[in-house]
C-alpha cells in the first residue's frame, strides 16, 4: 500500500481514473446516489490516496476554502471495517497541515460518518442538512499549531 498526495496536474491519467473510479464506486453505486460526481473542481484540489496493485483503496481530497481553512471533501475507503478510513484521515489531516497550514479543516460530513470524523477532533458545527437527499452535517477541525 502507497501513500500518494498529488495536485491535480500532477496525477496520470491511470491515477485519476482510479480516482473516479473509486468514487463512482462509493457515492454512486455503493450509496446509490446518482448526482454529478464530476463538480468542475478537481483541478483546483490537492488529492491525497492510498493505491494498492494500482488501485485506489482510500482517498480525499483538498483545497484552500478560505484565509487559514482548507476544506476537504470525497473522503472514501473502497473496504471498510478494516482501519484503513481512520489511517487516511490521520495521514489526510497531516498532509494538510503541512501543505497549507491552516488554523481549521472543514468538511461536510455525511451524518452516519459524524462519529468517524469526531475521533479525529472535528466537531459538529452546523444544524442536519440534505446535499444530494443524504442527511450531512458541517464539521470543524481546529489545528493547533504546536502539533
Not at 446509490?32 to 490516496?49: A, I, T
Not at 495521514?91 to 470524523?117: L, V
Amino acid at each position: 500500500m502507497v501513500f500518494i498526495s498529488k495536485y491535480f496536474d500532477e496525477l496520470t491519467i491511470t491515477e485519476l481514473y482510479e480516482i473516479l473510479r473509486a468514487r463512482a464506486e462509493i457515492f454512486v453505486v455503493e450509496q446509490k446516489c446518482p448526482y454529478q460526481d464530476l463538480d468542475g473542481v478537481d483541478d483546483r484540489f490537492l488529492h491525497v490516496f492510498y493505491e494498492e496493485n494500482g488501485k485506489v483503496i482510500a482517498y480525499l481530497r483538498a483545497y484552500v476554502k478560505e484565509q487559514d481553512v482548507v476544506q476537504m471533501g470525497r473522503v472514501l475507503t473502497i473496504e471498510h471495517g478494516k482501519g484503513l478510513g481512520g489511517k487516511l484521515l490521520k495521514d489526510g489531516i497531516e498532509q494538510i497541515r503541512q501543505i497549507f497550514h491552516p488554523k481549521q479543516i472543514y468538511i461536510e460530513a455525511q451524518c452516519y460518518a459524524a462519529g468517524y470524523y469526531e475521533r479525529e477532533g472535528f466537531k459538529i458545527c452546523s444544524e442536519e442538512f440534505l446535499e444530494d437527499g443524504i442527511p450531512h452535517v458541517q464539521m470543524i477541525l481546529d489545528i493547533d499549531d504546536n502539533v
